[in-house]
């Protein structure tokens, strides 16, 4: 009897533990919105597979309250913003983008730094591409 009790307690115990669970993982996961300190670099794609001297895009650090799994858009909306603004005046096709982001601007200006020293350093043009604004939605 009292393995009876014993068996029927652990059964009950895993059913109220499975029915815990999947309460809490059917629930809306909301975002966890950052303050994310965002630049993103590039080259023109016209050329780049011939190792042209093509220009090093430089975008502005731009601030966004974002959750860090949206971050890519802000890339998406930036590469349309360039081929938009600027590839169509400058005769180029756009732009292979590498972005980053950063939790304090202090990290952001220095990676931005460090990156624009390295394309001078090698004598490489700098495009410079300001105005540009962005959320994650």
Known sequence: ????INFLT?????LLGNLAKAQTSSTDKKPVLEKIYWFTTGIEKQGADLLLDNPTVFSEII???CDRTALSTITDKFEVF???????????TGVYLSPFAF???AEAEAK????K???????GKIYPVRDFN???E
Do not use: D, P
């Not at 009897?1 to 009876?4: D, G, L, P, R, V």
């Not at 652990?10 to 895993?14: K, R």
């Not at 931005?112 to 990156?115: G, Y």
């Open 112 to 115: 931005r730094n460090e990156l």
């Open 63 to 65: 601030t966004v309250q």
């Open 103 to 105: 939790l304090t601007l």
């Open 1 to 4: 009897m009292n393995n009876k």
């Open 134 to 136: 962005a959320n994650c």
């Open 82 to 92: 360039f081929e938009n603004k600027h590839a169509s005046l400058e005769g180029a």
């Open 10 to 14: 652990i059964i009950a115990f895993l």
């Open 117 to 123: 020293a390295n394309v001078e350093r090698n004598n």
